[in-house]
């Protein structure tokens, strides 16, 4: 029995040697976790609400999602956003709110929104405004016409939650993004694109089973409430 054990120790302990060394995003889950509950008891988040509730808040994404995403790019610090399905500016003003917190004097969203009728950013707040870039449009004219930037940081996909376009957007969008890039859902829960990506973002080691770390091409992923986000890894990395 003592022999067995001895044996089983020497496998596990060299099966350790493939596990990744990515402790520094661990913290992503701590420090997010604490902007969000900054956010959620702020002066902007009852302004935000308050701004919703006059609007009607049937379309637009809850205020714990909101607190997440704000928490989300607060962590991640992006020059550079896109995002899908901008509809009345509820998710671009938390985005924007965490780029003046964050002092991202230089940073900017691109908020795309294929509703003609619906009015687009308009709970973003005034003060906010300089750093949103309101696009009307399919996403797949603007991608074909290529007229959004080459290299992103964030993107953020809530436009149609159809499984095949949810997966056409992650995967447009994941070769856009730079190392340590912030790919982020809404509604994930509606269907099974989002698991299923992250998934494919997988590489295992054929012997142990686990995680190699040289082939996966993420460096952490998780899901608080509706949101879904996966930060991106250089496969060479």
């Known amino acids: 029995m003592r022999g067995l054990s001895r044996t089983w120790w020497r496998r596990a302990k060299k099966a350790n040697q493939h596990e990744p060394v ?22 902007f988040m009852a ?16 205020l714990l999602d909101c607190a997440t995403l704000y928490g989300l790019t607060r962590w991640q610090r992006p020059t550079v956003v896109v995002e899908s399905g901008g509809f009345v500016g509820m998710s671009s003003a938390f ?25 687009q950013g308009a709970l973003v707040p005034d003060e906010l405004r300089p750093q949103f870039v309101p696009l009307w449009g399919k996403v797949e004219d603007f991608v074909k016409g290529d007229q959004l ?47 299923e990506f992250v998934t494919k973002t997988y590489a295992h080691n054929k012997k142990t089973g686990r995680l190699d770390a040289q082939r996966t091409s993420h460096y952490e ?17």
Request: aromatic letters at 14%; glycine letters at 6%; hydrophobic letters at 40%.
């Open 149 to 195: 930037p080459a290299s992103i940081d964030m993107f953020l996909h809530d436009s149609s939650h159809s499984y095949r376009h949810m997966l056409w957007e992650f995967r447009e969008f994941w070769e856009r993004l730079r190392d340590r890039g912030l790919l982020v859902s809404h509604d994930v829960n509606l269907n099974a694109a989002f698991p």
């Open 221 to 237: 992923w998780g899901r608080w409430g509706y949101i879904g986000f996966v930060i991106k890894k250089e496969k060479a990395d």
């Open 47 to 62: 302004e935000m609400t308050r701004r919703r509730d006059a609007h009607g808040s049937e379309g637009m994404m809850g």
């Open 95 to 119: 985005i924007l709110k965490a780029f003046v917190d964050e002092g991202l004097t230089t940073a900017k969203l691109y908020s795309i929104e294929w509703d003609a009728d619906c009015e």
């Open 22 to 43: 990515s402790m520094r995003f661990y913290n992503v889950w701590e420090t997010v976790s604490r902007f969000a509950a900054e956010n959620r008891t702020s002066d």
